[in-house]
């Protein structure tokens, strides 16, 4: 039972290394596409406002040209690793505007749990996905955050027990 045990455990850690390498690839490749997406966005604004007002999205001008920024500036911010968590929330919360603006997309979501493979496919799936990875687990070992976080660990002066 030992050996069992013990190979388990090892496994576990053989594992465990992957756990940076699958953040970083979601926040590259995901990252990117929001930059994309959002620089899309930005590039073609009327098109979007028009988009975005035809869904009945309030004040579709400014809606645009925020989400536009939000995703272009907050793929850029995911790739580097940089205020990760911090950027992960907003753009959480537009992927769950994203299903629920668009009629098909908020069938599928509310439907999730019921029939999982529309919601799978849907276009805000990997989105989402990807930034709620980043909200609930951060960046990981390989990210600007990371390495701050490392550093001003370092600097913080020890506090001295009385």
């Known amino acids: 039972m030992n050996f069992l045990v013990s190979a388990y455990s090892l496994y576990v850690k053989a594992a465990s290394f992957l756990q940076p390498l699958i953040l970083l690839v979601f926040r590259l490749t995901w ?8 620089k899309g966005k930005l590039l073609h604004h009327q098109d979007i406002v028009e988009f975005f007002t035809s869904l009945g999205i309030p004040l579709p001008d400014f809606n645009a040209w925020f989400i536009g920024g939000l995703e272009c500036v907050g793929g850029i911010l995911l790739m580097a690793g940089f205020c990760s968590r911090l950027i992960a929330l907003p753009l959480t919360i537009s992927m769950i505007v994203a299903y629920l603006s668009v009629a098909e997309d908020r069938a599928k979501l509310l439907a999730a749990f019921s029939d999982p493979d529309p919601f799978l496919q849907a276009d805000p799936f990997f989105f989402l996905l990807t930034a709620i990875l980043i909200l609930a687990f951060g960046p990981g070992p ?7 976080g490392r550093i001003f660990k370092k600097v913080r002066p020890k506090k001295k027990l009385v």
Do not use: K
Not at 31 to 38: A, I, M, R, S
Not at 142 to 148: N, V
């Open 31 to 38: 990252g990117w596409q929001f930059f994309v997406t959002g």
């Open 142 to 148: 390989i990210s600007i955050d990371y390495l701050l």
